[in-house]
């Protein structure tokens, strides 16, 4: 049975249960999955060795040849793929901590995890000389022991959105002072390949790397929108939240290891790409219009904007690869700057 | 609502706290005390800055776990029953809720609805009649597809109230209602308040600064000092210059409201001694003599 409330929420009830549907939210989704599709067709199609966009579907549904199969199916598809859920794991840990902060600026890259990682992995690959597989188990770690002691040193009393931002730019600065004593230290082609890692790149991603995020979307993407809900509320204040009935710290802590746990293992796939995390949520919240969290909507913006910049590092500097990290860090860099003027301009700071 | 009979501790109650202590940190706020809400009265607690009577508040909505006793709702402990129990019977609006960026005021009004819903249960048909009930009750139907941050402050506060409205509980605690209101605005929101309580039998509980709103608004009144009740019952039988001066060391003259017959306070002219609140305000020589008309007052905060 369906009825229509007034309004733009058509609602779907049958007996006793009721799911809320929003035609906007939904309107957007579909278009951002239309979106991802053509840039990921045009991601597989294009390159050294040009695929006609009718060749790579073809080879996609089992079709094709050796040569057109080899290329799509072990150089680019992992990658697409890891993009694909690299960016949604961003997305979704942005918007878990962007509404917990009550603050855009309370994302997971500007508040040190990011930074945490890659001095986790820079531990990893010139002190101890480790793999890149290495790396991201120290990047990890990095990322996770960050964020830990941020929300520690942040918590008093309740966790404060702004108090938890500052404690974390304030890590990130000496963070970065550490990896930069780090790199100056090492040789240079270790340097390098630390240099590399801690750009956020997509290249050389296989079926490996698609594996683990993709254990990790399955999981923590369902457990976020669930934290969601509970997200909804928290987002009035703490003392209207309880009113609500909301069991404050369980959902808050339940969110902020959700959180933590979906962006420490992206970061581990891909390096701490910039941006995603900051932006993907921003962006949502304005196409869908609604006040958040949009857990799934961010998912999907994050796809698309990591697939369309992973196109863009690709191409635009053909045949030269540059790191995608370096597309939205360039990128971001000016949204950030957008971002932060209209903050201030509301007196938010 | 504005001449509410005199209750006794012994009238049903839902709603009643023990021998509570709250605080923070070391700080005792809130100090053994006893409270009992009378049901479907407009309870108002008063009393100097930092008396407590927040904090009291935000314990009886179990935001603060007690020191020691116990806050009871309906003859259970609060804290032994399930939050979103409690939040189906008990509604609280704090001081200054945070208004999420670029929500509508239907959605915000929608999220009271929270106790509940479930992730089956995400908008049922009594969910969309409780929250347009609650719009049309506090006056907000036309403001429904407006974004909150666009609103005036008079308007946001009715928003706010619907929140809790939609919520669709015997009893409702609300934190300083009026605060940033002009006056107009503030005998709205408190002649709304009224008739939830009088014309749908909702028991409101809410922390006021302003005196005589109190002593008119309320059929019960609480007033507190240091952490403790002073006095409390109808404001008619309790409000004496006595009481006012000791609960607020404001040295005042009581007459009758003369649009409500309520007690009206007014403060002497002059600056009245402190002798409880830590102001440092020196104590002029100039004290009018008593009964003087009250020329421009010297604001003493």
Redesign the interface.
Known sequence: MT?T?P?R?P?I?AA?????LDRRAIVVGCALVLATLLASVLTLATGDFPIPPAEVIRTLTGGGTGTDSFVIMTLRLPRLTTAILVGAALGVGGAVFQSLT?NPLGSPDIVGFNTGAATGALVAILLLKGSMTEASIGALIGGIATAMAVYLLAIR?GVQGNRLILIGIGIAAMLTSVNWYLLTRADVTDAQAAAAWITGSLNGRTWDHAVEIAWAVAILLPAAM?CG?GL??L??????A??????VEGIRLASILVGIGITAIAISVAGPIAFIALAAPQVA?RLT????PDILPSALTGTFLLVAADLAAQRVFSPMQIPVGVATGAIGGVYLAWLLSREWRKGRG | MSDGSSRLSAEPSRLRAENVTFG?GERHVVDGLDIVIPDHSLTVIVGANGCGKSTLL?GL???LAPRTGTVLLDGVSIRSLP??????RL??????????????V???VG??R??HQG???????A??LAVDDAMSAARIADL??RYVDELSGGQRQRVWLAM?LA?QTPIM?L?EPTTFLDIAHQVGVLDLCAELNTALGRTLVMVLHDLNHACRYASHLVVMRDGRILAQGAPRDIVTPDLIEDAFGLACRIIDDPESGTPLVIPRAGHAPHPSAGDPAPVSSNRVAAGDPAPARHPNR
């Open positions: 009825t409330s309004g929420a609602t009830r006793s249960y009721s799911i809320r009550h009393r669930w809900r909804r509320v987002q009035l204040g703490d003392d209207a309880t009113g609500l009935g909301a069991r919240h219009r609604s006040a958040g | 923070y935000k909505a179990r935001r939050s979103k129990e409690v939040a189906r509604g609280l609006l704090p001081q200054s809720p945070l208004a999420p960026d670029g929500i509508t239907a959605d915000l999220r009271g929270y106790p992730v089956l249960r995400q908008w049922s048909a969910d969309q429904a597809d809790a919520q605690l934190d």
